[in-house]
């Protein structure tokens, strides 16, 4: 399974960028997604995630109402797209699948698959 993860770069604070996931050497298509992201000197924390269906979408709080995740299962892909951006928001973002659980997760160690991180900035 690779994930590949793509669309970062530097933005101003108040902008807008939308990243990408490519996922490819899946079987089963029953899987969930997440993104994560790590600023420079801090754990990888949870952005968002879908669950394999399309139906549900959480959300960290830091993000909620700002970023919205949405997938398209016929292109084994998943968005992020990212408005109104701040500073805080500077970090790598990560893309991750499971393997099939039942609802997706917020923890770190449910996902078992990772993209390569894309990096975003977002200067003041």
């Known amino acids: 399974v690779q994930l590949q993860a793509f669309g970062g770069g530097l933005v101003q604070a108040g902008g807008s960028l939308r990243l990408s996931c490519a996922v490819s050497g899946r079987t089963n298509y029953r899987y969930n997604m997440g993104w994560f992201r790590q600023a420079p000197g801090r754990e990888r924390e949870f952005v968002a995630a879908i669950a394999w269906s399309g139906a549900a979408t959480y959300y960290a709080d830091s993000v909620k109402g700002r970023f919205t995740m949405s997938g398209n299962n016929a292109k084994n892909t998943v968005y992020l797209q990212m408005m109104s951006l701040k500073p805080e928001d500077t970090a790598v973002y990560y893309c991750?699948?499971?393997?099939?659980?039942?609802?997706?997760?917020?923890?770190?160690?449910?996902?078992?698959?990772w993209g390569q991180g894309t990096l975003v900035t977002v200067s003041s």
């Open positions: 991750a699948t499971d393997d099939g659980r039942t609802y997706p997760s917020s923890t770190y160690a449910a996902y078992d698959f």
